[in-house]
Every structure is written in C-alpha cells, then in structure tokens.
C-alpha cells in the first residue's frame, strides 16, 4: 500500500480520529484554486510518478515539467541514439490523467551528451554541423511530442552570470556565435507550430540580468522569430526577489507582448549561492521557526503578485513536489538540507500553503 495513503490517511483514522484524518487531506487542489488563474505545474521524476507523490500530484497539479528526462544528455545519449522510455513515461501519465506537458529543454550548455559538441577526431564540430545536430535533435524530440506538449523551453540560460557580459560564451555560442538562439526557435516552430516557444532563465529579477534578457527577447521578436513568451525560473529564496523587482520584470517583459511563465519555482531557505562549497558546522539541518515564517510570508506575497499577472502570466510551475526531495538538498551545499515547497517532508501542505490557496 502507498506510503503517503497511511502516513496521512489510514494512520489517524486507525487512530480513531477520522475528522483529523479528513482535515489533513485538501479536498480541493493548488489546481482548483487557481483554476481561473492559470496551469499549475510541477517537475518530476519518472520515479515519482509511481510512488507516494503521484497521489499528491494528481490532487495538487494540473501540468507536468519533466525534471531532468527531456534534457539533451539524457534523451540523446548518442548521435544516432535516443532514449525515451523516461520521458514517454511522463508523458503517458499526463495523457491518462489529462495533464498538461511543459517540455524542458531543447537547447543548453548543460547536461549535454559528450558527442554534441565533437567530430570523429575528437576535435570541434563545424558551425554547420553543430546547426545540422541542433536541427536534428529538435526536430525528432517535438515532433515525437506533438500535440502532447504545449510549451517548450526552447533555449535554456543563454544570458553570461557575469553583468558586463550579453551571452554566456558557451560552446553554442563559441561555434555558432549568437545564431543558434533564433535557430533553435526556428527548428521547434517549424516541428510543431501549434506549440508555444519559451526563452528560460534565472535571476531575471536583478535589474542587470534583466535588461540583457530583455534584450535577447526584444531582438528574437524584432527579428520574426517564433517565440511565444519567457519563463521566469524563479529559484527564490525568503530574501529576494522584492514586490518591486518582480513586478517591474513581469511589467518589462510583457511590454513585448510576450507571455510570461514561472517554470522552477521553489523559495529556498538560504541566501541565493551560485558556486558550490562546503557545508559550514554551523548550518542547521532544521527548518526553523523563523525560516518559515519568512518563506510563509515570501510565498503570500509573491502569489498574491502572479494573481494580479493574471493576463500576463499563462503558467507556474514548481521545481519538485515535497521538500522531501528537492534538487536544493545537494545544490550548491552538497548535504544540507532545504525546505523550499509548499508540502513538507510527510507531503503534507505547510503553512504557506494556506496562504498561497486562501484569497
Ligand atoms: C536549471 C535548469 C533546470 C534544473 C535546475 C536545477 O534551473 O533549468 O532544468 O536543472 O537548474 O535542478
């Protein structure tokens, strides 16, 4: 029997307390609540769609992001090999359930296979033939999903950490210069033209990252290319972004009339970090008291803010579904844990949750 059924269900009514019991488990979903509102979505593992979290994620959700199975490393491990049992799976349990598909992502410079970027002497491939595997590649990969998928994030991070910089000097962008940007789009649009075309990134609510995104978005649009919106990835924590800094880039963005999505949503507990380190002695293994009053209140506000995007914004998704498991427990301190989601370790909603549903 499933985990989480007895954890929140059976237990306390074997423990004679059915009204607990009941209270325990939402009768509506993130999904309801927001049904006038726009998709809710979650990332996932094929692993999580046969466990405990499955129950949850059909009450609570209404699209899915495959977490890491759509990723170029993954789903093309080699030239002239695809592997798609994991990313079919995803999508067969959307089809069954009536969920929405976010597909993720077509185009980044990371978690790429190792064949990508070389020729058969080990060396690097031409623009040309870097532009002929890209084409390739996002052909197969929509055209297998069309129909099934309705958004893609087509180009991953494109933007340089570094402010004084426009694009990060990748291996696309040292191959192909700035081109393979508009072609990616181009070969998504021209696989399935019904699908809508995402430009995804961080930290888009710094003011720096911000004008070089918007940027990157105003020239593609200027220049006809087939996209639909930007996805605000959204990996906040309880001390950015401020009302100011998010509604100024929901406002800045949408001034191209492009859609807005936020497709990684999560409120971490800790200051932002980029590079990875060490875990200080000092760094608790608790979500503290204080640490969830602050994210109650950072979840409160940044939703109370999409609501009122409600025009602009055409999705939101979180990234991973308890903070049982959430990419954050390793990333960027490998083994301190994080409490980043709106269901705790038991998968049960915390308090934020109520403050996300009750407007
Ligand atoms: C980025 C990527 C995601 C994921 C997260 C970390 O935001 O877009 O696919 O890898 O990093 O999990």
Not at 42 to 69: C, H, K, W
Not at 274 to 285: G, L, T
Request: charged letters at 25%.
């Amino acid at each position: 029997m499933n985990k989480l059924f007895v954890i929140i269900f059976l237990f306390p009514v074997m423990a004679g307390n059915r009204s607990f019991a009941q209270s325990l488990i939402p009768s509506k979903g993130l999904k309801d609540y927001y049904a006038n509102y726009f998709p809710i979505g979650v990332a996932v593992s094929p692993r999580s769609l046969n466990g405990p979290d499955s129950i949850l994620i059909l009450r609570q959700f209404n699209s899915l992001t495959p977490e890491n199975a759509m990723k170029m490393g993954p789903i093309h491990p080699e030239e002239h090999r695809y592997y798609w049992k994991d990313a079919d799976g995803i999508v067969d349990f959307a089809q069954a359930h009536g969920l929405k598909v976010r597909g993720h992502n077509l185009c980044w410079h990371e978690q790429t296979p190792g064949w990508l970027f070389k020729n058969d002497q080990g060396g690097q491939v031409t623009k040309e033939v870097l532009l002929q595997r890209l084409k390739e590649h996002i052909t197969t990969v929509v055209s297998r999903y069309k129909g099934k998928i309705y958004a893609w994030d087509v180009v991953n991070e494109a933007i340089d950490d570094d402010s004084t910089r426009f694009l990060r000097n990748s291996l696309w962008r040292q191959i192909c210069g700035e081109d393979f940007i508009a072609k990616a789009f181009e070969y998504a649009h021209q696989a399935d033209p019904d699908a809508q075309l995402f430009y995804n990134d961080y930290n888009t609510e710094r003011p720096e990252k911000r004008e070089r995104v918007y940027k990157l978005l105003k020239q593609l649009r200027d220049a006809g290319v087939p996209i639909t919106g930007v996805g605000i990835q959204a990996h906040w924590s309880i001390y950015e972004p401020s009302e100011k800094e998010l509604r100024a880039t929901i406002d800045r963005f949408s001034s191209l009339g492009l859609k807005v999505q936020i497709t990684e949503l999560d409120i971490s507990v800790y200051p932002w970090e980029k590079n990875k380190r060490a875990r200080r002695p000092d760094e608790s293994d608790t979500l503290t008291p204080e640490q969830e009053q602050r994210q109650t209140v950072q979840y409160k506000k940044v939703f109370s803010i999409f609501r009122d995007y409600k025009g602009a914004l055409n999705g939101l998704t979180f990234w991973n579904v308890t903070d049982r498991h959430t990419w954050l427990d390793e990333y960027p301190v490998p083994g301190r844990k994080n409490y980043p989601l709106l269901f705790d370790t038991k998968g049960l909603p915390k308090k934020a949750y109520w403050e996300v549903v009750n407007f």
